[in-house]
């Protein structure tokens, strides 16, 4: 079966080996998004929900990128830096998800690979008709 990527762009992804994106078949798994632009320049500041908000807004071009779109998705994991900071993260994940509501766990996360990072997002999309 073919295999699709959406490359990360992002200064760590050619030392980790890995894809923003990745599509077999009818399915599409999104890795672990934070709200870095290509230059690994953190979006949203120290916000939870502006970081939510941000890494969303990457993992539904990643998404797009490979034929699929938020209403494929079927379940997302969102990491919180603190997660009692969930309430903030879950306004921004309603406003994407909220008519499509995937399966959903919010966890809290010791860090990530910026200190900067508030908020990581992973999904998985199941597209109809395969590839």
Do not use: C, K
């Not at 998404?63 to 921004?92: M, Q």
């Amino acid at each position: 079966m073919e295999r699709q990527r959406v490359p990360a762009n992002r200064p760590w992804e050619a030392v980790v080996g890995y894809s923003r994106a990745v599509r077999v078949g009818s399915l599409v798994e999104v890795s672990g998004t934070a709200p870095a632009d290509e230059q690994g320049n953190i979006l949203g500041g120290e916000d939870y929900y502006a970081q939510t908000r941000a890494a969303l807004e990457i993992v539904v071009r990643a998404l797009r990128d490979l034929g699929a779109s938020p209403a494929d998705v079927v379940r997302t994991r969102v990491y919180l830096r603190d997660a009692a900071r969930w309430e903030e993260a879950g306004r921004a994940h309603g406003e994407v998800f909220g008519a499509v509501r995937p399966a959903t766990t919010f966890v809290g996360a010791a860090g990530f690979v910026d200190p900067r990072i508030l908020v990581e997002v992973e999904a998985t999309a199941v597209v109809d008709g395969g590839a």
